[in-house]
Nanobody, 124 residues
Framework: QVQLVESGGGLVQAGGSLRLSCVVSGSIFSINGMGWYRQAPGKQRELVAHISSGGSRNYPESVKGRFTIARANDKNTVYLQMNSLKPEDTAVYYC??????????????????WGQGTQVTVSS
């Protein structure tokens, strides 16, 4: 009922930039927080950036100053601009959204939804 589709991943040299996009579609009443996570081989999935419905942003120290998250509410889209990329940024990047959907007459259900992931590879 809710789908998240990421795009924009690829191969880039160290120091380069990439811009990821994630479109949320389906039976949506509202979208609350949106975020990007990544998972490198053999490692746990980690938060890369988060933006609230009000526009507040959070980043871990590892990407602060290099990555920027933004959202276009009219397009149900969240973006991740990644600059000064490093080889250690190599991972599969996943989009996440907290979405409220209609579940009946005057009833709504909130849940966490994930995209399928997009590969980002940074060569040294």
């Amino acid at each position: 009922q809710v789908q998240l589709v990421e795009s924009g991943g690829g191969l880039v040299q160290a120091g380069g930039s990439l811009r990821l996009s994630c479109v949320v579609s389906g039976s949506i009443f509202s979208i609350n927080g949106m975020g990007w996570y990544r998972q490198a081989p053999g490692k746990q999935r980690e938060l890369v950036a988060h933006i609230s419905s009000g526009g507040s942003r959070n980043y871990p120290e590892s990407v602060k100053g290099r990555f920027t998250i933004a959202r276009a509410n009219d397009k149900n889209t969240v973006y991740l601009q990644m600059n000064s990329l490093k080889p250690e940024d190599t991972a599969v990047y996943y989009c996440n959204a907290a979405v409220t959907i209609p579940s009946g007459t005057y009833t709504y259900t909130s849940g966490d939804y994930w995209g399928q992931g997009t590969q980002v590879t940074v060569s040294s």
